[in-house]
């Protein structure tokens, strides 16, 4: 009897999972008839009913075959059939879900390969890019003074802080707002100096003053300049560089690749502190970097 219930059992799940599947078949074929089709919505509705019926009397010759067999017979054979049915399931989804893996496994090996075939694109592009071509044109300016290049880090204060960097290695505690203060102060008393040197501004009218000094910038436009050069992280360049070697009275050497080295303040008999100037260094622009010495000439005199 336990045999038996156990067949019964397991008859009725599979005629639950065989009117799950037709009521799935049956969604179907509704989605692919239009609802203003009458003539294949009156056939659908005919297919439907016969579908439904064959499964039903399917079920029902089933249940009663099941009930009038002898035990041990019939039994094995609906409980093999429902088994059989079970495993074949099984295997069926078990291929699906491999073949969705192995979906992901080739998108994500092509998606690799393109990127690394834009990684190598963009190596090429470098090799003769202006940034590449750049740093290796100061490199071998550097080499030939036994340096090499320092980074600063590119946050609008870079030439600041090249130059107190270099400043740190003759003892000097002086940082970069300090720098930016005193620049600005010696741009303000000397402004005869700077004016007419300053790009030329926005908007607004020079003043007499600034007119006789053939100034671009008006007074207030002028005070307006100095006070970001003291309070703000403006990019300082060439203009705020000459200030400063007044201030430390130090001169300034700025290394570049294109050009011949650019030395301010050689009227002060000390010897220089180095800058490098890059042009293609960063997506914003221009950029300061101090030196340093080459490590392989320090090992060699080490040894």
Known sequence: MEERGNAEEDLAKQHRR????????????????PKNDKKKRKQLSEDISRLEAELNEKHENELRQLQTSPAGVEVDEVTDAVQSLDVQEQAEGKHTR??????????KAAQEKERENRIAEAEVENLSGSRHQEGLKLSQKLAEKQLQIKEISSDGHCMYRAVEDQLAGRGSSLGIHELRLQTSCYMRSH????????????????????LQH???FSTDEFEKYCSDVAETAAWGG?????ALTHVLQIPIEVIQADSPA????????????????????????????????????????QT
């Open 214 to 216: 053939q100034c671009s």
């Open 191 to 210: 402004q005869d100096d700077f004016c007419p040197s300053l790009p030329t501004p926005a908007r607004g009218r020079c003043s007499l003053q600034c």
């Open 262 to 301: 650019i030395v301010t303040g050689d009227e002060y008999n000390k010897p220089p502190i180095s800058l490098v100037y890059m042009r293609h260094a960063y997506g914003l622009g221009e950029h300061y970097n101090s030196v340093e010495p080459r490590k392989d000439a320090a090992a060699e005199e």
């Open 18 to 33: 065989e009117k799950k599947d037709l009521q799935a078949k049956i969604q179907s074929m509704k989605n692919a008839v």
């Open 98 to 107: 491999i073949s969705k893996a192995q979906k992901r496994r080739d998108k």
């Open 238 to 242: 060439q203009l705020e560089l000459r």
